[in-house]
């Protein structure tokens, strides 16, 4: 078995270093009371967290053993469960925000275990998320934050409910439309530029929440199918392992 970790890293598990990186860097900013870059940086680990089995995929990389899939999953809890909970005590200014904090964790924590643990036992990627996936806790909060939403309730009562449905057991269709894909990147994009003031910085925020929130609540109440989020149906292979890496 390969020991040598210079030799163990692939190009996505850069990606997923990358990730991590910015949550790091989200946390150490919001800190500083700089919520917009924050906000921004927490956007960019999405970007992050989205590419790297993307890259696993084209260069056909295969990380030794689970190594790919740990570090992958260690990245999420940093960005997507440490760093928006940090960021939610922040800018609350509040004792109490601790427990929603924790809850966050605790939820996201649990959410990616569970999925190393069930990952082991597929034999085929699935087309379904086994609750709601753990980069909807930073997307929403940092489109949040970038929209200048201040009443403080609206991103714990938000958050508290993608916490719940993170270790549900709805299942949610993974995003292979091409053009659902586009759109999404382009307003990640327009969010995560700097410097952009006035209507071209509130846009593309307050069409993330509507994105994300449609998300979540369309599909929970079923007026939403999966195929309508993927492409057309494609005859798959079986494979050893369920995706490189994953879309937690």
């Given at each position: 078995?390969?020991?040598?970790?210079?030799?163990?890293?692939?190009?996505?598990?850069?990606?997923?270093?990358?990730?991590?990186?910015?949550?790091?860097?989200?946390?150490?900013?919001?800190?500083?009371?700089?919520?917009?870059?924050?906000?921004?940086?927490?956007?960019?680990?999405?970007?992050?967290?989205?590419?790297?089995?993307?890259?696993?995929?084209?260069?056909?990389?295969?990380?030794?053993?689970?190594?790919?899939?740990?570090?992958?999953?260690?990245?999420?809890?940093?960005?997507?469960?440490?760093?928006?909970?940090?960021?939610?005590?922040?800018?609350?200014?509040?004792?109490?925000?601790?427990?929603?904090?924790?809850?966050?964790?605790?939820?996201?924590?649990?959410?990616?275990?569970?999925y190393n643990t069930i990952i082991e036992y597929q034999d085929e990627?699935?087309?379904?998320?086994?609750?709601?996936?753990?980069?909807?806790?930073?997307?929403?909060?940092?489109?949040?934050?970038?929209?200048?939403?201040?009443?403080?309730?609206?991103?714990?009562?938000?958050?508290?409910?993608?916490?719940?449905?993170?270790?549900?057991?709805?299942?949610?269709?993974?995003?292979?439309?091409?053009?659902?894909?586009?759109?999404?990147?382009?307003?990640?994009?327009?969010?995560?530029?700097?410097?952009?003031?006035?209507?071209?910085?509130?846009?593309?925020?307050?069409?993330?929440?509507?994105?994300?929130?449609?998300?979540?609540?369309?599909?929970?109440?079923?007026?939403?199918?999966?195929?309508?989020?993927?492409?057309?149906?494609?005859?798959?292979?079986?494979?050893?392992?369920?995706?490189?890496?994953?879309?937690?």
């Open positions: 078995m390969e020991t040598n970790i210079l030799k163990m890293i692939t190009i996505a598990d850069i990606a997923s270093i990358a990730n991590a990186i910015c949550g790091l860097l989200a946390i150490f900013l919001i800190l500083n009371g700089n919520n917009i870059a924050s906000a921004q940086l927490l956007l960019l680990a999405v970007v992050f967290d989205c590419i790297d089995g993307t890259l696993a995929r084209k260069f056909n990389t295969h990380s030794i053993g689970s190594f790919g899939e740990t570090i992958d999953s260690l990245a999420d809890m940093i960005s997507f469960g440490v760093a928006p909970a940090i960021i939610l005590y922040m800018i609350s200014n509040s004792y109490w925000i601790i427990i929603p904090s924790i809850i966050i964790v605790v939820c996201g924590l649990l959410r990616l275990t569970r990627p699935t087309k379904t998320f086994l609750g709601l996936p753990i980069p909807v806790t930073s997307t929403l909060l940092a489109a949040l934050i970038l929209a200048g939403i201040t009443n403080i309730y609206i991103p714990i009562i938000l958050l508290m409910i993608v916490s719940i449905l993170m270790v549900s057991e709805v299942k949610y269709p993974k995003v292979k439309n091409k053009k659902i894909i586009t759109i999404a990147a382009i307003v990640i994009i327009l969010c995560i530029i700097p410097h952009i003031n006035g209507i071209l910085y509130l846009v593309p925020s307050y069409l993330l929440i509507i994105g994300v929130l449609i998300y979540i609540f369309a599909i929970l109440f079923g007026n939403f199918e999966s195929t309508q989020l993927n492409e057309k149906r494609q005859p798959t292979t079986r494979q050893k392992r369920p995706s490189l890496y994953k879309d937690e």
